[in-house]
Structure formats: C-alpha cells, structure tokens
Nanobody, 125 residues
Framework: VQLQASGGGSVQAGGSLRLSCVAS????????MGWFRQAPGKEREFVAA????????LYADSVEGRLTISRDNAKNTVYLQMNSLEPEDTAVYYCVGDRVRRVYVARMPSSYDYWGRGTLVTVSS
C-alpha cells in the first residue's frame, strides 16, 4: 500500500486548506485512515483519524472544531479540511493507514502500518 498526500501550502492565520491522501495498491486491507503531523523541533502527534465503513472519527483536542476528516472509500481517499488555521498548525502532515479492524480509533503512531511522505502546511501570523 502506498499513500500519497497533497494539498499543503502556505496560508495566513484564519485561512483554510484541504489536504487529500490517495491510497494505492492493496487498499482492500486498509481499515483506519488518518493524519499525524510534526512541527519543527517537536514530536509527531496525532491529528485525526476515521474508521472504514463507519462515521466514527477522533480528533486531537487542539484541532477539534477547526479540522474535519472525511473519507471516500470508493476513491480510496481521505481528506482533511482545515479551517481557522493558526500558526501552531504549521507542520508536515502525514497521511496514515492501518489494517487492524479495531472498533476504536487509535492515536499512537505505532498503530499505523502505512505512512505517506508528508505535505508541508505553513501558517503565518
């Protein structure tokens, strides 16, 4: 499985961006899909993720209400709509996927088997 993220860029505070991630390969095994991010000098952190065939999604507290994750299983694509962006959202955003059919959304990086290369989001004040 390969994950290809796109949609990053530079935006002013208060602006919006939409990230996309397309999965290719043996996508029938993918159960969870989501996003992590890593800011300069900081550890990688969970942003949001969702489970296949359900509307269940989980968000980091820092993005709740501003970022929305959605998924199009027919297109093997997950999206991250980012509104009201803040300078603290500046980071490289990584698309992730997992095969394990959990009933909950995992937050730990080690829970995800597949990682995309990342797309840079820069928010200026």
């Amino acid at each position: 499985v390969q994950l290809q993220a796109s949609g990053g860029g530079s935006v002013q505070a208060g602006g919006s961006l939409r990230l996309s991630c397309v999965a290719s390969g043996d996508t029938s095994n993918i159960w969870s899909m989501g996003w992590f991010r890593q800011a300069p000098g900081k550890e990688r952190e969970f942003v949001a993720a969702t489970l296949r065939k359900t509307d269940k999604a989980l968000y980091a507290d820092s993005v709740e209400g501003r970022l929305t994750i959605s998924r199009d299983n027919a297109k093997n694509t997950v999206y991250l709509q980012m509104n009201s962006l803040e300078p603290e959202d500046t980071a490289v955003y990584y698309c992730v996927g997992d095969r394990v059919r959990r009933v909950y959304v995992a937050r730990m990086p080690s829970s995800y088997d597949y990682w995309g290369r990342g797309t840079l989001v820069t928010v200026s004040s």
